[in-house]
Nanobody
Framework: QAQMVESGGGLVQAGGSLTLSCRSTRIILSTFTGATMNWYRQAPGKQRELVAGITYSGTINYASSVKGRFTISRDNAKNAVYLQMKSLEPEDTAVYVC?????????????WGKGTLVTVSS
């Protein structure tokens, strides 16, 4: 089954920038190419929320709280998805998790990374 490995998290001052990366392994190119990729985040005591998603065709959706500040992109040749974050706020502090939606079978299968922690200091 597919595995997702995130990287790029860390500690950043409010107003700063950070770029997260997620590479999918144990997956064939056709599966990744046809998959929807998402970034979720979860802060302690709060619900997991969808931050950004990008479909196989390049259609992008952002949470209203990050529009204009975050940019999601993908590189199918590298089985990778990225989240470029700028103008970070303390409210952005969370564990950011990469998600792959596999639509190739008769049912949708979700694969999740372990997450990378982003901490934004005020």
């Amino acid at each position: 089954q597919a595995q997702m490995v995130e990287s790029g998290g860390g500690l950043v001052q409010a107003g700063g920038s950070l770029t997260l990366s997620c590479r999918s392994t144990r997956i064939i190119l056709s599966t990744f190419t046809g998959a929807t990729m998402n970034w979720y985040r979860q802060a302690p005591g709060k619900q997991r929320e969808l931050v950004a998603g990008i479909t196989y065709s390049g259609t992008i959706n952002y949470a209203s709280s990050v529009k204009g500040r975050f940019t999601i992109s993908r590189d199918n040749a590298k089985n990778a998805v990225y989240l470029q974050m700028k103008s970070l706020e303390p409210e952005d502090t969370a564990v950011y998790v990469c998600n792959l939606e596999d639509w190739t079978g008769s049912s949708i299968i979700d694969y999740w990374g372990k997450g990378t922690l982003v901490t934004v200091s005020s």
